[in-house]
């Protein structure tokens, strides 16, 4: 083997940890192809592709706060400072490498479970070698607290490296159940600040359709199209009363939208902590030879799915879209509202 | 008792949602730059905050954190009843610059 003698350390540690990541879940329990571990592997696909998707959600979000931070300007005559923009940007940057790490691990996972022998595929080596690099690059929105959790991620890698160096198939799959924990802890420090991703967004985007409503500057008659659209009718709203006694419906369902976006992000949220800790909690039970009960993907994982597909539809058209573009300042007159 | 960066939350978030309100309320283009140099320094305040570590358990930031609580709950009163806009730009004046000297104390830790 030529190229292994001339290979970095580094480089050969990534390859052993490419195969080690591939072998672990299947070996995991004395050298065996379990029915256990192909069932974690399968979970963890589902667990890891909605985290995937719970930050894609984010970034989405953090990409519509950006331009909503563009309206203001236009709206009330609100600068938009470069200081503000610059920490959304960075936030959004953070955010994106959370879900390039989610994604790393969906595909990881998804060649353990194609996995039918001890073959490491390249696309399983390529995948395990990416998600070294997604931990490495990771930078901390809460440096003392999370910092532990990133630790412990390197460790487990580290750990499984090691063990595959020495041919212990039980303790590398000990090191991907370190791991899967690691994450877990991981999301449960930064969740809070997911909530208050979502709650800015919230406050913004709520506060300025109220402002347009109530500044005459949206068109109510769309209320009418579920009496009209079976008839072939185009609403036309030209009475003032009517079209005020709709703007307060209007802005009635802007608070109950926004109301239910909160609930359901933080359902969201609360199930995907949920779901890590028990797609975390099987795979340590498979890492030390124990029977696993349930195979199915954790039941929580509904409500990652219906919060984070009301933004998929704007993840494809916003997510790679540039910052907003705003004025260099904002026209002093353009403040005044009713 | 809220943590510094829910505090910092109430601030930035009860002048978001009353923004609208309160530009309008404002009758001199004096006013309408103070109160959206409050509005843009409370945004920072939050954003600045965001990605850094929170030490509740420092006492400077607990104190800080009582005091922005305490006037947080005035800084609702006096956006939702608005009485004189000028006396409420100078109420959130204040109540902005805790919230600054806050951030400023969290991302020196």
Same mark, same amino acid.
């Given at each position: 083997m030529p190229n292994a003698r001339v290979a970095t350390p580094r480089a050969r540690r990534r390859a052993i940890a490419a195969s080690v990541l591939l072998a672990c879940l299947f070996f995991a329990g004395g050298c065996k192809t379990s029915d256990d571990a192909a069932a974690a592997a399968t979970q963890l696909t589902a667990t890891a592709k909605s985290l995937t998707d719970y930050y894609s959600a984010l970034d989405t979000i953090l990409a519509q706060t950006d331009q909503l931070n563009a309206v203001q300007v236009v709206l009330y005559g609100i600068p938009y400072d470069d200081a503000t923009k610059a920490q959304i940007t960075d936030t959004r940057a953070e955010i994106q490498k959370r879900a390039a790490l989610a994604k790393d691990l969906t595909d990881l996972a998804q060649n353990f479970a194609k996995l039918t022998g001890s073959t490491a595929s390249t696309d399983a080596s390529a995948s395990a070698v990416q998600l070294e690099t997604e931990v490495e690059s990771l930078k901390l929105t809460k440096s003392k607290m999370g910092s532990d959790e990133q630790n412990l991620m390197k460790i487990a890698v580290g750990l499984v490296v090691t063990a595959i160096q020495e041919h212990k198939e039980r303790e590398a799959a000990q090191g991907i159940s370190k791991f899967t924990t690691a994450l877990n802890g991981f999301f449960t420090k930064e969740a809070p600040d997911y909530i208050s991703l979502n709650d800015d967004y919230r406050s913004i985007s709520s506060s300025l359709a109220k402002s347009l409503l109530q500044n005459g500057q949206t068109d109510p008659s769309s209320f009418f199209k579920v009496a009209l659209d079976p008839y072939g009718l185009t609403p036309e709203v030209t009475d003032s009363k009517l079209r005020k006694d709709i703007e307060k419906l209007a802005e009635a369902q802007v608070d109950q939208t926004s109301a239910d976006l909160q609930k359901s992000q933080q359902d969201a949220t609360d199930s995907m902590e949920k779901s890590l800790k028990q797609m975390a909690d099987r795979i340590v039970l498979v890492a030390n030879d124990k029977p696993m009960q349930a195979r199915t993907a954790p039941v929580t994982l509904a409500d990652v799915e219906k919060w984070a597909s009301q933004f998929t539809t704007s993840t494809q058209s916003t997510? !790679? !879209? !540039?910052?907003a573009k705003t004025p260099a300042s904002p026209a002093k007159t353009a403040t005044k509202t009713k | 008792m809220q943590t510094a960066l829910s505090e910092l939350e109430t601030t930035y978030f009860t002048l978001q949602a009353k923004i609208g309100m309160l530009l309008a309320a404002c009758t001199t283009q004096g006013q309408r730059d103070a109160l959206t140099t409050q509005y843009v320094a409370a945004r920072s305040a939050y954003w600045s905050c965001v990605n850094k570590a929170f030490h509740d358990d420092d006492p400077a930031v607990v104190a800080l954190t009582t005091q922005l609580d305490t006037s947080n709950k005035q800084l609702k009163t006096d956006v939702t009843q608005l009485g004189n806009i000028n006396t409420t730009i100078n109420n959130i004046t204040q109540v902005v610059t805790i919230g600054a000297s806050l951030a400023a104390k969290v991302i020196a830790l």
């Open positions: 997510a !790679t !879209t !540039t910052p | -």
